[in-house]
DNA sequence: TAGATTGTTAATCGATTAACAATC
DNA sequence: TAGATTGTTAATCGATTAACAATC
């Protein structure tokens, strides 16, 4: 929770700690040193030990980190403290996997409603959740509190309801459309581009078949020089 | 297509590259220069073309790079040339949302069957996929010629699952449980943590406000010292 | 040829790791 | 107190950017 520019790779991290940090609280583990949760998550002691330290000093010398308080710390740090209402628009299959994923509530994501353009899916009923008209969004927007707005629509249309959801004072945009969004400079954009991971995927599957038919041409050559 | 171990960062743009001369490509463009595509893309000319040399000399000096030319050398790079077999482990919400993304055929990866283990979904039949019993999956995926495994499950079933996976000769995992894999290292993992991401868009609205917050207090300390 | 733009080397910047003094 | 482990500084490593000679 403080300023001075924490690096995007940091940030990234802290989301992993804190899903660590959840499972040893449940396995009823009180501390934790840099170096046992090191091994656990297979990344250096002194990478935690740094991290850490750019919101302040969790741990305490000779004994290591609290795990409740530590929990307790990052979830602040990512404003896991506090409520962000959310609202999906696209009820597709992938906006209906995120209104039945719970954890979300649990965190304090909460759903305040569902929309789309399909009358087949309008009026239905996603976990007490009612997917609404989307002509409905702004006056919703502006009635309900609002801060999160999940895209899960086509590409085609996703450029366009960004647009929309901006002027209507959306804070955040979770892009799930396979496209860059064009927005001002205080609106967050998180993209998730399942594609892109698909195809890294792909690249490593090939560059580890590679990998292994070079080593065995190595192998034969040194059966049969 | 190089060995030299490509870095993480690269491999992690390509996509989105290939995405841009995709449209590119659409749009009738026949060739672009690093500085042009760098200016649509919000990305340094000099990273361009740093990245792209990594695989090979794809462009020419005073011409720029042929747009279809690239754009298939990147689709070779990463392995989109060729299909890969893909299995759905989970038919729920997300397992259908993957399911029904047809884009991700068009780059070869052939959904090739989908499993679950409750008997609702077992028997229904996705974009012409039939949702199967997941004990069918170890024959299944010896008798049908699948790479990639989906892994759109609860937490507390993916180890397990994953077991499953490489007993059963799978080569790569896309993982959507919110859980890290333990898997042989000739077996690939690609994690797709949605509560992480939503955690990072949280940390992002929260230090946007604090931010704004702040200018706020400085333009009104500057009004009435 | 002159202009444009790459491929590539060198310089800078940032992130990770190592080391250790401070301290519980 | 002695041992353990943090917080933090310094060293290393890697990635990004700048610059420019090569060349189309």
Redo the contacts between chains.
């Keep these: 929770?403080e300023?001075k520019q924490i690096s995007k790779a940091v940030?990234?991290r802290?989301?992993?700690y804190?899903?660590y940090l959840g499972e040893l609280l449940e396995d009823g583990v009180e501390r934790i040193s840099s170096g046992e949760l090191s091994a656990k998550m297979k990344v250096t002691a002194s990478q935690i030990r740094q991290d850490l330290n750019n919101f302040g000093g969790f741990g305490q010398q000779g004994y290591g980190y609290n795990v409740k308080y530590l929990y307790m710390e990052i979830a602040k740090?990512?404003?896991?403290d506090r409520p962000?209402g959310l609202i999906i628009i696209g009820a597709?299959?992938?906006g209906?996997?995120?209104a039945?994923?719970t954890?979300?509530e649990r965190?304090?994501?909460i759903i305040k409603g569902m929309f789309d353009i399909n009358p087949a899916l309008i009026g239905r009923v996603v976990r007490g959740v009612e997917i609404r008209d989307a002509r409905e969004l702004e006056p919703f927007i502006a009635e309900n509190d609002v801060?999160?707005a999940a895209l899960t629509i086509p590409k085609t249309m996703a450029p366009e309801m960004a647009d929309r959801l901006v002027k209507a004072g959306i804070?955040?945009i979770?892009n799930f459309a396979?496209t860059d969004l064009v927005v001002p400079d205080?609106v967050?954009v998180?993209n998730?581009?399942?594609?892109?991971?698909?195809?890294?995927?792909?690249?490593?599957?090939?560059s580890?078949?590679?990998q292994?038919e070079?080593e065995r041409e190595r192998a034969a050559k040194k059966k049969r020089p």
């Design positions: 929770m300023q940030i990234s802290l989301p992993r804190y899903r740090i990512l404003g896991l962000h597709g299959n992938l209906q996997a995120i039945n994923y954890n979300f965190r304090g994501f801060q999160i804070k955040a979770w396979h205080d967050v998180e998730v581009h399942l594609s892109e991971s698909l195809m890294r995927l792909s690249y490593r599957v090939c580890m078949q590679e292994k070079k």
